[in-house]
Nanobody, 122 residues
């Protein structure tokens, strides 16, 4: 069974940093794109970042570009999301997902983790 487990969320002050991890198992890691999504209360799920399975290309939502960095460690079957200069509007539950072909569209992903809460205080 495909399993994705997020970790690393927490409560931080505005301007602080967090590093989220997505540990994957049950599939050939290198064949899938991994995306990060978030959902705040009362808002729709939005794509944050993804890393392509084909060439390792990365993509970011405009709202996080320059502040967040996605990376992968294939030996550990893990994808990371380094979040710097956090803002209160980044507060959300963050989910990782696996699928093809990837991108920032949520409907392109087949498997989802349970989510991890990120709260940024003002």
């Amino acid at each position: 069974e495909v399993q994705l487990v997020e970790s690393g969320g927490g409560l931080v002050q505005a301007g602080g940093s967090l590093r989220l991890s997505c540990a994957a198992s049950g599939f050939t890691f290198d064949d899938y794109s991994i995306g990060w999504f978030r959902q705040a209360p009362g808002k729709e799920r939005e794509g944050v970042s993804c890393i392509s399975s084909s060439d390792g290309s990365t993509y970011y939502a405009d709202s996080v570009k320059g502040r967040f960095t996605i990376s992968s460690d294939n030996a550990k079957n893990t994808v990371y999301l380094q979040m710097n200069s956090l803002k209160p509007e980044d507060t959300a539950v963050y989910y990782c997902a696996a699928g093809l072909p990837g991108g920032l569209g949520w409907n392109e992903y087949d498997y989802w983790g349970q989510g991890t809460q990120v709260t940024v205080s003002s």
